[in-house]
């Protein structure tokens, strides 16, 4: 046999041999058998360089050095889940459903597993690129460390189709977090706090030979692209496995409600027993049609909802209240415990919320208090065991002065949070504001970071975000730490960030409820910073997605002179105050139009007809309402929507006289 022959022969056996004892759970052969077998086939290709392949199975080691991590634009957005925790969220979230359509659907249930998610893409049937969630618009390229894991295929095998996504989670056993723990307990290092935060960590290491050493894990749960082999969730999963995927074995359907809580509580008894950690139950509706037509949020789709079990809960003493001042003035009472184990870490300070929660439960000082993590995250006291305590306890008196600058704290009505009013001079929130403009999704400055920024404030070197940009090599030599090369990189950075587009800058102003989200809708409709300045309250709550509160927030923002000083100042320096984002707009022959897209189309899909009515002014809506203006019909819609529309006079067109109309 030649060796061209020979290398075919053991990477197709070797990859049968991967998918048998990863993806299978059926080992065929020992380890010592397959390591033979993969120094063998090593050793072949490294005679015979002309016959690489960057997925064969010895490439799995990993082995090279990544420089970073690029962000990559998802195809298809990658969002969040909703939260439920009670058999009463999740009859409104069914009943939620069934008003969207009168047609019978199925559920599928799925384990929620505690990992990273991971969006995989397939080109003729080979893994090209893999993408974290990111900010669900786009995401971290991760590809050259996602092939060190074994249960991911490189290759698949059967009748896949030619492109398509598919989404799942990267976990780490818990077998393999002990097995991690013990030999950093050998070397004398401290052993990792939990599955989850490791796996998370593992996957943006930059060394591929690491990664490749750490026993990752990978379960897919959802078929994205334009030719599925059905359209039907639960099927399309199938077939995956057919291919070659990983799919979890516990997912089932379900015809009611009723039958996916029986699922729930099952998991909830049993779950202690996994190899692996959940954190809850995924229902999603099986019809993916179905899916489309009930459509989405800005967040989350509307058609699968996360089930969290009740979160992990201890108690500990509550040794003192202390209070945080954020970069909005925001006040966070904090409350310092006596340490304890929650959820895989150590719990020394949780959230306390706001001065109500405090009085609700009469939470004092030297009071044993019950910890949880919410959304099995962020540590927060929820609850006071009044039998133990002390019978000389006193009431917890809030603050009424800022803690750092001892200006009187301002709550207005309907805040749920005391607010310190002194922007101009309360340190915390001068640091916050610098520490919010340079951050990764604001600014990212490359060589600036919080201990710097605190050495700048300290020396009187910055006081505004502009006075940044005056920043010079000189300035900045002289302080602790910086070192000529750092201090060029420092200057560099800062350079750099004058390129960052608009959105990002009006993102990193840290305007009060100007998110991510909101900067790129103000952004697109308005841009221009002159014409968001120029807008008045009116006129910004008639963009889409932008409500009252945020109006008033922009608007007052941009009502004081010191802050369009900022704004000139910075335009001044050269950052982008014009949108560079695409226009990809056809024509306004829908303007202002609302429109229901519903039914099964004949000549584009209901995805492309959707996008066909925003590139040409209109907006979609997923319900008909007196406001919608018609519904694009085709064929089996629903019979509610039908006749809601009818009863409304809401007119109803076909293909046909939709595509006339962009015409």
């Not at 963009?543 to 335009?571: C, P, Q, R, T, W």
Request: charged content about 30%; hydrophobic content about 35%; glycine content about 6%.
């Amino acid at each position: 046999m030649s060796e061209r022959k020979r290398i075919a022969l053991l990477r197709k056996e070797l990859a049968n041999h991967n998918h048998s004892y990863y993806v299978l759970d059926k080992p065929l052969i020992t380890d010592f058998e397959f390591d033979k077998l993969l120094a063998e086939l090593q050793l072949l290709e490294n005679n015979n360089p002309d016959l690489f392949d960057k997925n064969s199975p010895t490439q799995r080691v990993g082995g090279e050095l990544i420089k970073g991590f690029i962000a990559v634009k998802h195809k298809y957005r990658m969002l969040s889940l909703g939260n439920t925790y009670s058999a009463e969220d999740l009859y409104d979230f069914d009943i939620r459903l069934k008003k969207l359509t009168d047609q019978a659907f199925e559920y599928v249930c799925e384990l929620k597993y505690d990992g990273v998610s991971i969006s995989l893409t397939y080109e003729n049937g080979e893994l090209v690129q893999a993408l974290t969630r990111g900010d669900g618009t786009q995401g971290d390229d991760v590809t050259e460390n996602v092939k060190t894991i074994k249960s991911i295929p490189l290759k698949l095998q059967g009748d896949y189709p030619e492109i398509f996504e598919i989404r799942g989670e990267i976990f780490l056993p818990i077998a393999g977090l002990q097995q991690m723990n013990e030999l950093r307990i050998e070397q004398g290092l401290e052993p990792y706090a939990n599955p989850r935060n490791t796996a998370s960590g593992s996957l943006k290491l930059l060394d591929t030979k690491e990664v490749a050493n750490r026993p990752l894990d990978c379960y897919l749960y959802y078929l994205l692209g334009d030719t599925l082999p059905s359209n039907n969730h639960y099927e399309n999963l199938q077939k995956a496995k057919e291919w070659g995927f990983k799919i979890p074995n516990e997912i089932e359907k379900f015809s009611t409600i009723e039958q996916a809580l029986k699922f729930i509580n099952k998991w909830d008894a049993k779950r202690h027993n996994l190899p692996y950690e959940i954190d809850g139950i995924v229902i999603k509706v099986n019809n993916i049609d179905l899916q489309e037509e009930m459509g989405y949020t800005a967040k989350s789709p509307r058609w699968a909802i996360s089930y969290k079990f009740k979160a992990e809960q201890v108690s500990t003493i509550l040794n003192e209240i202390t209070y945080q001042v954020g970069r909005t003035g925001a006040i966070t009472p904090v409350a310092n415990l006596a340490p304890v184990q929650l959820a895989g870490t150590t719990v020394k300070r949780a959230s306390l919320h706001n001065a109500d929660q405090i009085a609700k439960l009469d939470i004092r000082e030297g009071d044993k208090v019950y910890v949880e993590k919410g959304g099995e995250i962020i540590p927060k006291v929820v609850g006071v065991e009044l039998k133990d305590r002390d019978l000389f306890s006193q009431l917890t008196a809030y603050i009424t002065n800022c803690p750092s600058c001892a200006t009187e704290l301002v709550r207005k009505d309907g805040d749920a949070k005391h607010y310190c009013p002194n922007r101009e001079s309360c340190p915390p929130q001068i640091k916050g504001k610098f520490e919010h403009f340079i951050s990764r999704k604001a600014m990212n400055i490359d060589g600036l970071g919080r201990e710097t920024i605190e050495l700048l404030i300290q020396e009187g070197l910055i006081t505004e975000i502009s006075d940044l940009y005056q920043l010079k090599k000189e300035d900045v030599l002289p302080l602790e730490r910086i070192a000529e090369k750092s201090a060029e990189n420092l200057i560099a950075g800062i350079e750099a960030s004058k390129k960052i587009p608009f959105e990002r800058v009006l993102f990193g102003l840290g305007i009060r409820y100007v998110g991510e989200t909101v900067a790129k809708v103000l952004v697109k409709h308005f841009k221009t910073i002159d014409a968001i300045i120029n807008s008045d309250i009116e006129t910004l709550i008639a963009v889409d997605e932008i409500g009252g509160k945020i109006a008033e927030s922009v608007n007052a923002y941009f009502s004081e002179d010191k802050n369009l000083l900022l704004i000139e100042e910075l335009k001044a320096a050269g950052l982008q105050f014009v949108s560079t984002i695409e226009d990809t707009s056809k024509s306004d022959n829908l303007a202002g139009d609302k429109i229901v897209v519903s039914g099964v189309f004949q000549q584009y899909s209901r995805a492309e007809y959707k996008k066909m009515i925003e590139e040409h002014g209109g907006k979609n809506v997923g319900s008909i309402s007196k406001s919608t203006t018609f519904v694009l019909a085709g064929e089996n819609m629903g019979p509610s929507k039908k006749q809601k529309a009818e009863d409304l006079n809401i007119p109803m067109i076909s293909e046909e006289e939709f595509l006339a109309k962009l015409s």
